[in-house]
Every structure is written in structure tokens, then in C-alpha cells.
């Protein structure tokens, strides 16, 4: 990917983000949780039955690039599970936690870019920023690390102002899923479940929109969220009619596949 020139002095990105230091015992921690998540994550989303579904002024592709992607926290396990090998550019958290998912999540074929909304932002911007600019497709777990839970953060309207790029929102609803008692009410999917994935129409943000407009198209990014959630799990267990038919795995891929991407 080539490189970018370095973000004005007066953007909300600046410097890259250090990486942080583990003890012996921390690595091997999360060598091993890594490769675990990384498995099961493999194993239960090969079960899945996953059907597509878009807004109205939704892309023409099924990942376009460059793009900025924006889901809710709860969705990671799904999402990573349908756009894996993708090389999809995630922003996560420059926390151990937040290492656990950054590591999962490259063995799936995703690249991670490590900072968030409370620690790196500024570093962790200007690496999604370098991704977008380089053509590449970006997402952002849009309420995390920490919530509030269903409160979309600004940096995805940030990135869309200062590269251009179009801002999209989706939701994976799963028909059954173990719901964790974390604060983002995460869902792990059953083996075999329904998953409806809804996309949003597209939303740009133009280069010289003042704070004001700014704010207007963070509130469409939200209203964007909350509409393929709200669609997705409504109809999900109408997954495998004529109206949400069941993709095939093999050919969703290739319709998703980056063009470095292997041959499945």
C-alpha cells in the first residue's frame, strides 16, 4: 500500500500509536486465546447461514473500497466471522483486552490498527486514515471499547471529511446466539443459526463541512446504525426465503475477495 502524506497540523490525526509492552506471561496468554478465538470463531461461523441484505443507495459492491464501515460492538464475533480474509483495516483498543481481538482478528486476515476512542485515538485515526487513502476498506466498532452501548462515536465522520470517502453502517442479527453479560451485550452465535446482515445507504461527509454539518452527519451515521439493527433483527428468521435467501460460502467470498486475497 503506498504512503500518505502526514495529516495537517490543524486535522484530528497526528502521530502513530506505540505498541504497547507485555510481560512473558502476557504473550503467552495471548498466544494462546488468540489461536483459540481465532478456531472457534472459524469453526461456529463455518455453521452459519448468512443472507445479504441492502439499503436503497447502498454501494454496488459487496465491500467497496476505499469505504468506511461503521457496526456496534456486539456484532464483532459474527462480522468477524463473514468478512474474514478480506483485508479489512479494524481500529481496535490499545488496551491487553483490546490485544486479545486485535490478535484474533489478524489471523482471520483483518488488519488491525491498534487505538481508540480513549487511548491512541489521535495515532489509531491516523492509521485508518493511511488505509483509506491507500484504497483500502476500514471499519470501526463504532460504540466501543466501552460503550455507551448503541451511542455512535464521531470518528468514522471524522475519517469521511478528511479523505472523502463514503461512510456505510451495518448490523449481523443472529436468529440464536449465547449473549455474553458484558456491557455491549455481545452475541456468540449458536452452531447452525440464521445471521441477516443489513447495509446501509451511503452517507458522505464533504471536505468543508463546518462543525454544525458535521454534527448532521453524525446523527444520519446514527440513525443509520439504528435502522439496519432494527430491520436485521426483525426479519432474521426470515433468512432462507425468496426475499433473504442463504448465500453460499464459497461464493460469497469471492464476490466480498480483496484483490490480494488467495484463492479459497
Not at 500509536?17 to 463455518?46: D, E, M, P, T
Not at 460460502?249 to 486475497?261: D, G, N, W
Request: glycine share 8%; aromatic share 8%.
Amino acid at each position: 500500500m503506498r504512503p500518505v502524506d502526514p495529516a495537517p497540523s490543524n486535522s484530528n490525526v497526528g502521530a502513530p500509536v506505540r505498541r504497547l509492552r507485555f510481560s512473558l506471561r502476557q504473550r503467552f496468554a495471548l498466544g494462546v486465546v488468540s489461536f483459540v478465538g481465532y478456531f472457534v470463531i472459524r469453526a461456529l461461523g463455518a455453521t452459519l447461514r448468512f443472507a445479504w441484505s441492502e439499503e436503497e443507495g447502498a454501494t454496488p459492491e459487496r465491500i467497496a473500497r476505499p469505504a468506511i464501515y461503521s457496526f456496534w460492538h456486539q456484532c464483532i464475533f459474527p462480522a468477524a466471522a463473514l468478512f474474514r480474509r478480506q483485508g479489512i483495516a479494524v481500529m481496535t483498543s490499545l488496551s491487553f483486552d483490546g490485544e486479545f481481538i486485535a490478535q484474533i482478528i489478524e489471523r482471520l486476515g483483518f488488519r488491525a490498527v491498534r487505538g481508540s476512542s480513549s487511548r491512541g485515538a489521535v495515532g489509531a485515526l491516523l492509521g485508518m486514515r493511511r488505509e483509506v487513502e491507500g484504497g483500502e476498506a476500514v471499519a470501526f466498532t463504532i460504540d466501543g471499547p466501552r460503550g455507551p452501548r448503541y451511542v455512535a462515536k464521531p470518528g468514522p465522520v471524522l475519517l469521511a471529511k478528511a479523505t472523502g470517502a463514503p461512510v456505510a453502517a451495518f448490523h449481523i442479527a443472529l436468529e440464536k446466539a449465547w449473549v455474553l453479560k458484558s456491557w455491549d451485550a455481545t452475541r456468540i452465535p449458536k452452531p447452525f443459526s440464521r445471521a441477516l446482515l443489513r447495509v446501509s445507504r451511503v452517507v458522505h461527509v464533504p471536505a468543508d463541512a463546518d462543525e454544525s454539518a458535521t454534527k448532521v452527519h453524525h446523527a444520519e451515521l446514527q440513525c443509520a446504525l439504528e435502522r439496519v439493527r432494527d430491520f436485521a433483527e426483525a426479519h432474521v428468521g426470515e433468512v432462507g426465503t425468496t426475499e433473504f435467501p442463504v448465500l453460499e460460502s464459497a461464493r460469497l467470498q469471492r464476490e466480498m475477495r480483496h484483490p490480494e486475497t488467495p484463492g479459497l
